[in-house]
């Protein structure tokens, strides 16, 4: 067997996030992740952006730690 090839039944085979996501961009089907997602807003994936591009794994995580941003984060979890 072929590394990759698939296994069984294709019909049983289930997408992964990334196969849906993938299918939504060559559709141009976006209605249900919305363009930003996976995050809320343009707002939301600027910080994300900037997160990536000026910290590393471990100041983004002591960040998201933060009681500030957590605070931020369950008041709009409450109004989600």
Same mark, same amino acid.
């Given at each position: 067997?072929? /590394?990759? /090839?698939?296994?069984? #039944?294709? /019909? !049983?085979?289930?997408? +992964? =996030? @990334? $196969? $849906?996501?993938?299918?939504? &961009?060559? +559709?141009?089907? %976006?209605? #249900?992740?919305?363009?930003?997602?996976?995050? =809320?807003? !343009? !707002?939301?994936?600027? &910080? /994300? =952006?900037?997160?990536?591009? $000026?910290?590393?794994? $471990?100041? +983004?995580?002591? @960040? %998201? =730690?933060?009681?500030?941003?957590? %605070?931020v984060v369950s008041q709009v979890l409450v109004h989600v």
């Open positions: 067997m072929l /590394a990759g /090839a698939h296994v069984g #039944d294709p /019909a !049983e085979i289930v997408p +992964t =996030k @990334f $196969n $849906n996501i993938q299918h939504q &961009l060559e +559709t141009n089907d %976006l209605s #249900d992740s919305g363009v930003w997602g996976p995050f =809320k807003d !343009e !707002e939301e994936w600027q &910080l /994300a =952006k900037w997160l990536i591009q $000026n910290a590393g794994q $471990n100041q +983004t995580d002591q @960040f %998201l =730690k933060l009681p500030i941003v957590s %605070l």
